[in-house]
């Protein structure tokens, strides 16, 4: 199998690099360059003087580096997007792209520990250099943070259920494997309804072991001080945690979504949207990657 395609197929790809509005000679930013799937399509249609900067923490996305002059590869999280600018020399960019979906790649990598279809070790780092892993998380939060992990970040009904049936357990047998923890929590979930609420239960475990959602505040925020004047904020969410914080910036400037009028009555606002309406995938594309089914695309411009 292509490597590439077993890694990331890019999501919503042409819509995405037809929202960056990409000049030749500008300088840009994939932060989440996975497969480099975006990268390389932002590369073909940059000229001699663009540059392209691709982020990520994950060093499996090192195998996927485009042997490029144009291309700077920077091994980091995103959240550093203010830090690593400044460090390469760049005051301003024309336009920042970020997908914030996990891969497929993550996903099927068993060693990983990011799903529920397999055993392994409860890791779910995506920069296994640094952080707790999903099981240390498991081992040591107390019940009131393990249920607001649950609540925040999974949105599940009973879990301060869960809470308690964790924190009990692991008193017993410590975490280690995603087997497990599967055998603690099945009971609490109906068989027709189990795949679904896992799936929840994994997700805000991945969320809070790679604060995922601070990371993600604070690369908006700087992505709205690095952008030139007409540039380009371009994202893919997935979910609406993650949905409510890209529309909240893009609309008002903030990850809150507080309002700030002038004296007529207008929204102060660093951005106007390109698309007033999400843009979401075709049932073409939906067919062909079923991972893009719950993808959203916003994109604004610094005014």
Do not use: C, W
């Not at 709205?224 to 400037?253: F, Q």
Request: net charge neutral.
């Amino acid at each position: 199998m292509n490597e590439q395609i077993a890694y990331h197929i890019p999501v919503l790809l042409k819509e995405s690099i037809g929202g960056m509005n990409i000049q030749p000679g500008g300088t840009y930013v994939d932060v989440t360059f996975g497969g480099g799937g975006h990268s390389k399509e932002i590369l073909s249609r940059l000229g001699k003087e663009g540059k392209l900067l691709g982020f990520d923490q994950d060093e499996d996305a090192e195998k996927n580096i485009v042997n490029d002059p144009r291309f700077i590869f920077v091994r980091s999280n995103f959240r550093y997007l203010h830090n690593f600018l400044r460090y390469h020399g760049i005051n301003s960019v024309d336009a920042i792209l970020a997908d914030l979906g996990v891969s497929s790649h993550h996903f099927d990598d068993s060693e990983r520990g990011f799903s529920f279809r397999f055993d392994g070790k409860l890791d779910m780092r995506m920069n296994k250099r640094a952080g707790i892993t999903a099981a240390e998380l498991l081992n040591t939060y107390d019940e009131e943070r393990l249920a607001s992990v649950f609540y925040l970040y999974g949105e599940l009904k009973n879990s301060r259920r869960l809470a308690a049936i964790i924190v009990k357990s692991r008193t017993e047998k410590p975490f280690e494997t995603i087997e497990d923890f599967l055998s603690i929590i099945k009971p609490l979930f109906g068989r027709e309804k189990e795949k679904k609420e896992f799936a929840k239960v994994f997700q805000a475990l991945r969320i809070e072991v790679n604060q995922e959602m601070e990371a993600l505040k604070e690369m908006l925020l700087a992505a709205t001080e690095a952008l030139k004047p007409g540039g380009r904020l371009v994202v893919i969410t997935y979910h609406s945690l993650e949905d409510r914080i890209v529309k909240n910036i893009m609309k008002t400037g903030n990850v809150e979504g507080k309002q700030d009028q002038d004296f007529f009555g207008n929204l102060n606002t660093p951005f106007k949207l390109v698309n007033n309406r999400v843009i979401v995938p075709n049932e073409e594309e939906i067919e062909r990657n079923p991972r893009s089914r719950s993808a959203k695309l916003r994109i604004a411009e610094k005014k």
